[in-house]
């Protein structure tokens, strides 16, 4: 019998009206003779009770060890199985609950770990009995055998993770939004749902600033070539993603605010980006130029980078406050008339850029971040709206 895996977020658990919802899409993979494994993640958001944040500020941090911690961290999404499970009780339906731990998530450390392999025996023979079975999101187990947490997106990569090791028909991820969005709607008027991505592309768009899924669940989801929708509680529209391309050029534009450039010379990045390795800070951005060297992080690391450089006597400047559009689709890069057009439209309108780059599917822009969102909007309207650019084949 084919398998689905079902993950709905908190938001989507949130209350008893959406937590019904939920149900509803759990019996409408039923009724098409579907075993289903649901992924729950904590419920609600900051200020709620049970939220992972708000479980979180109950304590202070240095008055309890890290493994019990994670042991706290953990408890909203056990709380959200529990309950969930008894709705789907109430409703007739079988179900069993599996904590990471039994559902055979194994992990590389115990905190903002990854999921190194799913042994999905236990799963798979709980499914002979249960129509369904739920399992906490966001956790797993280490090598020394103490449960472990994931990070944020947590929940979404431990539904790909398992969808990929059961050898699922897909993997759906139910969330408060339509889809994957062409811009981020608070932003851009006239956003849309993308109706279909392919993995890369979907990974782009989650790793360039788009929250609606983690760019982790979509390497897993492709590692195992598992179908892979989002998209909000009525189970219509959304996002499919898989190994088919979306048809535009261009599809979706998105933002990395809060970020800080630094310039150093070219003679000194050797050592440089042997310290930041060293301290574990990740840049972006990256670009060698024969006198000068170009790089960003994001503004929680700048108070880091700029003790390591100074301690190491490494002259550099620093532009902060800038932010770094994406434009993403299919062979975007290199085609003729793309660049061209970005820089016209952003000078014309007195948008400064800073810095571009671009690979296979992303044309990147580093401009002040107070006028990231005129240039979103705009950049949306000539290349998703209108499409008025000329590319030339």
């Known amino acids: 019998m084919p398998i ?35 992924i729950v993640s904590a419920m609600g958001r900051l200020g709620d009770p ?31 199985a529990a309950v969930f499970s008894a709705a789907l009780h109430q409703r007739g339906i079988k179900c069993e609950i599996l ?19 799913v042994d999905p025996r236990k799963l798979l023979e709980t499914l002979t009995y249960a129509e ?27 539904a790909c993770a398992v969808a990929a090791n059961v050898k699922a028909e897909y ?26 991505l ?9 790793h360039q600033g788009a929250k609606i899924i983690h760019p982790k669940a979509v390497e897993w989801a492709s590692k195992g070539g598992i179908l892979l929708w989002t998209g909000d509680l009525t189970g219509e529209g959304g996002t499919w993603i898989g190994p088919e391309s979306h048809a535009e050029s261009v599809h979706s534009v998105t933002a990395v605010e809060n970020l800080v450039q630094i310039s150093v ?39 880091r980078v700029n003790d390591l450089l100074q301690q190491h006597k490494i002259d550099f400047r620093c532009r902060k406050n800038v932010s770094k559009i994406a434009l993403i689709g299919s062979s975007i890069a290199g085609r003729p008339g793309v660049a061209s057009a970005i820089v016209t439209l952003l000078t014309e ?24 969102a005129s240039a979103q909007q705009l950049l949306h309207e000539f290349f998703i709206n209108h499409d008025t650019v000329t590319i030339q084949e």
């Open 171 to 196: 993997c759906k991820i139910f969330t408060d939004v339509a889809g994957m969005m062409s811009g981020d709607p608070k932003i851009v008027s006239h956003a849309s749902v993308v109706k279909r």
């Open 132 to 158: 369904v079975v739920v399992i906490p999101g966001f956790q797993g187990i280490d090598v020394s055998g103490r449960i472990s947490t994931l990070g944020r997106g947590g929940s979404d990569t431990s």
């Open 4 to 38: 689905s895996v079902l993950k709905f977020g908190g938001t989507s658990l949130s209350d008893e009206h959406k937590r019904e919802a939920a149900v509803r899409n759990v019996r409408r993979e039923l009724d098409q003779k579907k075993q289903v494994i649901v």
């Open 99 to 117: 904590t990471g731990e039994q559902a055979g998530i194994k992990t590389d450390k115990t905190y903002l770990a990854d999921i190194c392999s």
């Open 198 to 206: 392919h993995y890369d592309e979907a990974f782009h768009v989650a």
């Open 50 to 80: 049970y939220a992972t944040d708000t479980l979180y500020s109950l304590t202070k941090r240095d008055c309890l060890p890290d493994h019990q911690q994670f042991l706290l961290l953990s408890c909203g999404e056990l709380i959200s």
């Open 349 to 372: 309108n007195k948008i400064r850029i800073w810095q571009t780059a671009d690979s296979h599917m992303t044309f990147w822009i580093l401009l002040d971040s107070h006028k990231s």
């Open 265 to 303: 010379r070219a003679q000194d990045c050797d050592e440089l980006f042997r310290l930041l390795a060293e301290k574990e800070i990740s840049i972006d951005l990256i670009s060698i130029q024969p006198v000068e060297v170009k790089f960003t992080i994001d503004h929680e690391s700048f108070q």
